[in-house]
Each structure stands twice: as structure tokens, then as C-alpha cells.
């Protein structure tokens, strides 16, 4: 029998709440019949859909990134504000759709509002720069009185929007990006850009893009090039991943939470090498501002696609195995709360999303959405360490012999919550777990998700199919709290003390 141990008294670090981020992006259905649909029957009078609206609340998310994202790099923000019958269509360039301006800077603000988040915003470094940067600022956070922020108020808006967390661009290592730079260029022009903005507004927070991905030529030494310029002006190197199966490798699939932990240590050692040459106090922490699953095989690459309106664009539909997947990615997300303090899922709203939704139609939960909106309920102020002993193993082609169990918990010292986050990788073993509690402590609540079809999926006609059930038979015997993990399942465990 496999033994987890928690003990209050080994922390990681606390929780920045913003680790429950998602992403917007003019892609595909994100925006337009995604979350702003005029004419849905569930639409308000600002055209945003209601019932997308509930299912964000739900979800759970606190912050959201936006507009891009490769959107962002061919994008002229003022395109998307003031009057809407007034705004140009323009060439999208990132996906070669026509982007109709009529969802921008102001209608997002007021969207995040009536969803209760935070924005985190792009910054086009690609196609423009300095200068528009600094203008989008001025319009989104200064009060009136010169001509930008008087520019919003005219535009029906009084009260500056500010926006705290500001992204230096967007994947600017990728040879796909519009405006794609090296490592020395983009350096260049985040540290003016961040300086400058400074200027505007010295508090706020900047994120300097990272690598798009770790098996990028660049890995590693793009970090450095880029922290050795902008280390006193920035608060964050952001890092993107996404997961797929490869060649039908499912175990290696089920364990790709060892990549994105790798990813992270990697990093760290990267953004610490730094701090160290410059003989620094200052931590630089991540913003792991895009992470999915997404099945990138389906998808013919930007030059592969035909000029077109709005239409449907990489809407994967989940299965079991990958709502487990997301919860790993997730528990790995908390085991590094100490320096990860921002992580967006991307994206929101039909594009590789939780949430998918029919034009003029039904919306509904995705797989993955589960794992994620109970995460971000139960997960405590306070990461803990776990330590697994005596469980089994699995082999797995990319990652070697790994150990089957992949575990993180929270403790919430106002209402004495212990909740424990764990996923069996293993795709063919059941593991019995024993869980040593102190005394006093009892089961709560043990929630878990798989399926006997581990392809299942939720769709439109049946949006339950998939859905975490509760778990009979956990409890705690002689100071023990046991349970059994089916395999490929994600699990959480909540305790509480007789006082909570």
C-alpha cells in the first residue's frame, strides 16, 4: 500500500490565487460567439453571453490574458474602441481571419468586470512597440486629462481601468511570430519598452516573455539573454507548454506533468544564474501564461489555413485522460507555488477550452473543466509538501520509470481544510493509498475523476457524461485515512479538523 504524508509544518509557499488564470485570444470562436454573442438569447444589453458568464464563475478563474496571445503581434489596439459602426475590419495576420473590431479594449474590461477577474494585458512588441505600448496605458489607467485617457472618457468610460499585471509581448522567440526577434533584439526593446511604461506607471507589473516552448533551439539561453537586459525591470518570465499524446503513447501522455516540472526547475535555475552574475536581492517569479492539452497533429499550421471570417479554430473535444492530465498539470502548478505566481489556461471559450459553446446555441463543460473549477475551490492559501512511500512505478518512454502517484495538498488555516490533490498515472493498476492524518482530522469530502471509457468526452446532446463523482468508502481507520485510486484517475481528498 502506498503512503502520501502531509505535515502543515513542511510548506512550499503560499498561493497566489492568480494561478488560476485562463487566456482570451481573437482565435477562432474565443471572442466572437464564444463570449460575446449580441444576438444569443442568453445575451445582455452589452452582447456578452450570460450563460458563458455562469460557467466562467464557476470555473473558478481569477485573472485572464488578453488579446493574445499571436494575435497580439499584428494588433492595433485602437482598431477596438470608440464606435463600433466606425471600426475597420482588418487582416488578422497570426490566423488569417478578418477581425471585425467589434470586441476590444473597453468591451473586455467591462467583461472581466461581469465575470469578477482580473486582466492581465499584451502589449503588441511585434509589429509596433514603444510608443503604442505606452499609449495603450496611458488610455487604460490614467484619469482624464490629457488627449489618450481623455479618449476613453469620451468613449463612455470615467474611472481609469487599472490594469496591474502588463505582458511585454507574446512569444517572441518563435519564427511563426509576426515580428519574430532574437533573443538580443527582443531584449532591446523590452527593456525600453518596460522603462517606459515605468514612467507611466512605476508599479505596475511587467512579464517578459520566456520561451514558447522547452524544445525550442533557444531554451535556456533565451531566458538568459532576456533577464541579463530587463532583471531590474520586470517582475516575471513567462513560460508556455502544451501536452499531446505522440505516436500513441498514452503513458508517456498520462505523465507529461514531468515535462512541465522540468520546464519550471529549468527556468528557475535560469532566472537564479542571473540574479546571481547581477549579485541581486531580487526574485524573479513565472508566469506560466499559456498551458493546455491540445492535440496540435489536427492542426495544419497559420500558413495552412484560408483567409476566412470568423469560424471554428482547434476545438478539441476532451476525454477522460485528459481532464487527468490538466489535474496533474495543475497539481505540478502548485508544487512550485513558491515561484509560480501566475499560470493561464488556454484558452477560455471554445478554442482548446474548458468551455465550448453552439453559435445562437447551448454551452456547456468540457472534461477538463472539472478538475480545474474544484482545484481552484478547495486549493488552501498554503502549498504543502507530500511525500509518496512504498507506491509503485510505471515506465514510461519519455520520462523513464517515474513513480505512479502525483500529489500536492493545501491547508487553509481559518477553516482547518487539508485539501489533498492526487492523480494514478498508471494506465492499467489501481493503487490503495493510506494517508496518516493527526488527530482530530476526518474525511470531508473524496472526489474523483475517470471513466471505465477512457475516451469519453462531454458534448452539446450529453454535457454530464464525464463529471467527478463522489467516492464511497474513504475513511479513516486507526488514524488512517484510506482509499482507492482507480487508474488513470485524479482525485481530491478533503480533511478537516472536528473544530473546522
Known amino acids: 500500500m502506498a503512503r502520501l504524508v502531509v505535515d502543515r509544518a513542511f510548506v512550499v509557499g503560499a498561493l497566489d490565487r492568480r494561478l488560476f488564470g485562463s487566456f482570451v485570444e481573437h482565435m477562432g470562436r474565443c471572442v466572437y460567439t464564444g463570449i460575446y454573442e449580441p444576438g444569443h438569447a442568453t445575451a445582455d444589453p452589452d452582447g456578452f453571453r450570460e450563460d458563458v458568464l455562469e460557467l466562467v464563475r464557476e470555473l473558478g478563474v481569477t485573472t485572464i490574458r488578453y488579446p493574445g496571445g499571436n494575435f497580439v503581434s499584428n494588433y492595433d489596439w485602437e482598431d477596438g474602441v470608440g464606435p463600433k459602426d466606425q471600426r475597420p475590419r482588418r487582416l488578422d495576420l497570426a490566423w488569417r481571419a478578418i477581425e471585425p473590431n467589434q470586441f476590444g479594449t ?23 512597440g514603444i510608443k503604442a505600448a505606452v499609449e495603450l496605458l496611458e488610455y487604460c489607467n490614467l484619469a482624464a486629462g490629457t488627449e489618450l485617457p ?17 505582458c511585454l509581448g507574446n512569444e517572441m522567440d518563435g519564427p511563426w511570430q509576426i515580428g519574430h526577434k532574437t533573443a538580443e533584439e527582443y531584449a532591446r526593446l523590452a527593456e525600453e519598452s518596460a522603462n517606459a511604461m515605468r514612467r507611466v506607471e512605476p508599479g505596475l507589473e511587467l512579464v517578459a516573455c520566456g520561451s514558447s516552448n522547452a524544445g525550442m533551439p533557444t531554451f535556456g539561453e533565451w ?13 516575471h518570465i513567462s513560460l508556455h507548454a502544451y501536452y499531446e499524446p ?39 517569479t513565472l508566469s506560466f501564461d499559456e498551458w493546455n492539452v491540445w492535440n496540435q497533429r489536427h492542426f495544419p499550421g497559420e500558413l495552412g489555413l484560408g483567409i476566412r471570417e470568423v469560424s471554428p479554430l482547434i476545438e478539441d473535444t476532451y476525454t477522460v485522460d485528459d481532464a487527468v492530465v490538466v489535474g496533474s498539470l495543475l497539481i505540478t502548478l502548485l508544487r512550485h507555488a513558491d515561484r509560480v505566481k501566475i499560470a493561464c489556461l488556454a484558452q477560455l471559450v471554445n478554442v482548446i477550452a474548458p468551455i465550448r459553446t453552439e453559435p445562437d446555441g447551448r454551452a456547456w463543460r468540457q472534461t477538463i473543466f472539472h478538475p480545474f473549477a474544484l482545484t481552484a475551490r478547495y486549493a488552501g492559501p498554503t502549498v504543502l509538501q507530500t511525500a509518496i512511500g512504498d507506491g509503485p512505478e510505471i515506465d514510461t518512454a519519455a520520462f523513464g520509470r517515474i513513480p505512479a502517484l502525483w500529489s500536492t495538498a493545501t491547508y487553509d488555516e481559518n477553516t482547518g481544510e487539508t485539501a489533498i490533490f492526487v492523480v494514478n498515472r498508471s494506465e492499467t493498476d489501481k493503487v490503495d493509498l ?15 475523476l475517470y471513466d471505465d471509457d477512457r475516451a469519453a468526452a462531454n458534448t452539446a446532446d450529453d454535457p454530464d457524461r464525464v463529471v467527478p463523482r463522489s467516492v464511497d468508502g474513504t475513511e479513516v481507520v486507526d488514524g488512517n485515512c484510506t482509499a482507492t485510486l482507480p487508474p488513470a484517475s485524479w482525485h481530491l481528498i478533503r480533511l478537516r479538523t472536528d473544530e473546522g
Do not use: C
Open 150 to 166: 481623455d479618449r476613453r472618457v469620451a468613449n463612455g468610460h470615467e474611472a481609469p481601468y487599472g490594469i496591474k499585471v502588463w
Open 434 to 448: 493510506e494517508i496518516p492524518l493527526g488527530r482530530g482530522l476526518r474525511v470531508v469530502e473524496h472526489l474523483a
Open 246 to 284: 505522440h505516436d500513441g503513447d498514452q503513458a508517456s501522455f498520462l505523465a507529461a506533468a514531468e515535462e512541465m516540472d522540468r520546464m519550471i526547475s529549468s527556468v528557475v535555475a535560469t532566472a537564479d544564474h542571473v540574479k546571481a552574475l547581477k549579485r541581486s536581492d531580487k526574485e524573479i
Open 223 to 235: 531566458e538568459r539573454v532576456v533577464l541579463e537586459r530587463t532583471y531590474d525591470l520586470v517582475d
Open 106 to 128: 473597453d468591451e473586455f474590461v467591462a467583461w472581466a468586470g461581469k465575470a469578477g477577474i482580473e486582466p492581465i494585458w499584451a502589449v503588441n512588441l511585434g509589429t509596433r
